[in-house]
């Protein structure tokens, strides 16, 4: 099962690579070698919020994890609640949620720092159910 999607994988982009070929479509690299300062500042700053979100989310599964094994049951509820709504949400509306209308009723100005709590609240629900 896995070779054949692996061999059909590569079928397909053989078949693009030769229809484009006889089209006579081509790619110029040099128009975007210009850029490359940019493609790293935009890797750079992608790896840094990764990181970020990743050590948040870690912190907070594993507080949401203990939580949910807490014998105080408001406790127990809220941590269930909390990965209940978070896994049962779409990502999308989490973002549109948080940014523009938590973020900006606590005055929160900064986009990275904003984002990197987005994804650590979004990741921490699921790390605590990993971590449980």
Same mark, same amino acid.
């Given at each position: 099962m896995f070779w054949n999607a692996v061999l059909t994988a590569l079928g397909v982009? +053989? +078949? *693009?690579?030769?229809? =484009?070929?006889?089209?006579?479509?081509?790619?110029?690299?040099?128009a975007v070698g210009g850029y490359?300062? +940019? %493609? &790293?500042s935009g890797w750079a700053t992608t790896l840094g919020?990764?990181?970020? &979100?990743?050590?948040?989310?870690?912190? +907070? *599964?594993?507080?949401?994890? @203990?939580?949910?094994?807490?014998s105080f049951l408001p406790l127990r509820l809220l941590a269930q609640g909390y990965v209940e709504v978070v896994?049962? #949400?779409?990502?999308?509306?989490?973002?549109? @949620?948080?940014f523009y209308i938590v973020a900006e009723a606590v005055h929160l100005e900064n986009r990275m720092i904003a984002g990197v709590l =987005?994804? #650590? %609240?979004f990741s921490g629900a699921y790390l605590a159910?990993? %971590?449980r």
């Open positions: 982009l +053989l +078949l *693009g690579r030769w229809v =484009i070929a006889k089209s006579g479509l081509g790619w110029d690299w040099a490359w300062r +940019l %493609f &790293a919020i990764c990181i970020g &979100a990743l050590c948040i989310s870690t912190i +907070l *599964g594993l507080c949401v994890a @203990v939580a949910q094994r807490s896994r049962g #949400s779409p990502l999308l509306a989490q973002i549109y @949620v948080l =987005i994804l #650590s %609240f159910e990993v %971590f």
